[in-house]
């Protein structure tokens, strides 16, 4: 990948997978709640697919915002697989890394480009993923380790 818009295909194709990958967990969810926070993030990777559409048609700027809390939660905790029956903590699990990754590829490729519009939006990239980690990281900390 080396122009803006290979990198922007490669994110417009990743938040679709990702939108997949949610909608396919609430399939499976073995409650209503966890239903409704995995189908709210499988929309949620469907508006930023359209956001990256509009950056690449150029209707809209995608730019690093400010620094996004990293709770490092995820960083702790083993691999979690998705079967038939996942539990809401393996689900946030397995969200929480995936979101992770995301985030380390468009981080480690920012940082291998000068200066200029190509890094730019990486960076934001970036963020967008770290906030999207963030809510499953906060979600992990509120329903999981609050009740243990």
């Known amino acids: 990948?080396?122009?803006?818009?290979?990198?922007?295909?490669?994110?417009?194709?990743?938040?679709?997978?990702?939108?997949?990958?949610?909608?396919?967990?609430?399939?499976?969810?073995?409650?209503?709640?966890?239903?409704?926070?995995?189908?709210?993030?499988?929309?949620e990777e469907k508006r930023h697919k359209k956001i990256l559409q509009a950056v690449k048609s150029g209707d809209h700027e995608l730019a690093p915002e400010q620094e996004v809390l990293d709770l490092k939660i995820s960083d702790y905790l083993v691999e979690a697989e998705v079967s038939e029956n996942l539990s809401y903590q393996n689900a946030l699990i397995i969200a929480m890394k995936r979101e992770r990754a995301a985030y380390a590829l468009y981080s480690d490729m920012a940082s291998k480009l000068p200066a200029g519009q190509l890094r730019k939006i990486l960076e934001g990239l970036a963020k967008e993923e770290a906030k999207h980690k963030l809510f499953f990281e906060t979600e992990y900390d509120e329903r999981i380790l609050t009740d243990n």
């Open 1 to 43: 990948m080396n122009t803006v818009d290979e990198i922007l295909d490669y994110a417009i194709d990743q938040e679709q997978q990702a939108a997949d990958f949610y909608a396919d967990v609430a399939k499976h969810a073995e409650t209503a709640g966890m239903k409704k926070t995995m189908l709210d993030f499988s929309e």
